[in-house]
């Protein structure tokens, strides 16, 4: 497609006398993997919110391929082909890791949730959950209760959740917050994967300057909800403005 793929025009929330996000206007294109930064309170999240749908627009609009889906709710955003990694987390907690990505694929191919489809069906279905499973290098888990998994291997699964909805449009909220040094190479390997289709959009907010250097292709900041830089990373990093007055002098430590 030649347009965006997704795009926000003017998208604002208030949450009483305070503007949480302050009119951001910013399209998002295939092909391009998107890093969102900025202090705390700066407005990522409820940015991301605003775009799955978790939150209510004040005013603005939200643009899927070009149709507005600003007043759709959660499930018709994600029907639509916008996935969000951790708003799926622990689905059915008392279910195995496999059981849960199953039933994810299930109700993808519009085949609802029930728990036991037809034999036929359900060899289809566990073999293509098994294969996610081991992309997200959980096979050794794919038995056990969620209930059971480490923080991890809980995001792990969030996001392998998020890819068996074979989503157009990845989002990505600090994915490897909370990981130990050895699990976090597994997600940022996933993320490069996806950000190398070029029909995939992908939205990170992210805090590790080290993981935006490798894989954004673009880098945008927020400061108070506004929008108040947009470019290429190495360029936006360099800014005086964004350095000193919104990253507080060094991004390194943000």
């Known amino acids: 497609m030649n347009g965006p793929s997704l795009e926000t025009r003017g998208l604002t929330v ?21 890093a969102i930064v900025g202090p705390n309170g700066a407005g990522k999240t409820t940015y991301f919110n605003l775009i799955s749908g978790q939150l209510p627009a004040t005013a603005g609009q939200v643009l899927l391929e070009g149709r507005d889906i600003t007043r ?4 018709a955003r994600t029907r639509a082909g916008i996935g969000r990694a951790f708003q799926l987390t622990s689905l059915f907690p008392a279910l195995s890791v496999l059981e849960n990505v199953r039933l994810v ?4 191919q519009g085949r609802g949730l029930r728990a036991f489809p037809r034999v036929s069906a359900q060899r289809d279905l566990i073999a293509a959950a098994e ?4 992309r997200v290098k959980l096979t050794r888990l794919a038995k056990s ?4 998994l480490s923080h991890g291997d809980q995001r792990k699964l969030e996001v392998a959740m998020m890819i068996a909805l074979e ?5 990505f909220d600090e994915p490897t917050a909370g990981m130990s040094l050895d699990e ?18 992908v939205l990170l907010v992210e805090h590790k300057m080290d993981v935006i250097r490798s894989l954004a292709d673009r880098l945008i900041v927020l400061h108070n ?4 830089a947009d470019g290429p990373p190495a360029g936006v990093m360099a800014s005086a403005i964004v350095r000193e007055a919104y990253l507080g002098g060094a991004l390194e430590d943000v």
């Open 167 to 171: 989503p157009k449009i990845y989002m």
């Open 225 to 228: 909800g506004a929008l108040v």
């Open 131 to 134: 294969a996610v499973v081991e």
């Open 145 to 148: 209760p969620v209930a059971a």
């Open 184 to 201: 976090a190479p597994v997600i940022l390997g996933l993320i490069a994967e996806i950000r190398a289709d070029p029909a995939a959009t």
């Open 72 to 75: 759709a709710p959660v499930a």
């Open 14 to 34: 208030r949450f009483g006398g305070h503007v949480a996000v302050d009119a951001v206007s910013c399209a998002f294109r295939p092909g391009e993997l998107t």
């Open 105 to 108: 694929i299930q109700a993808r």
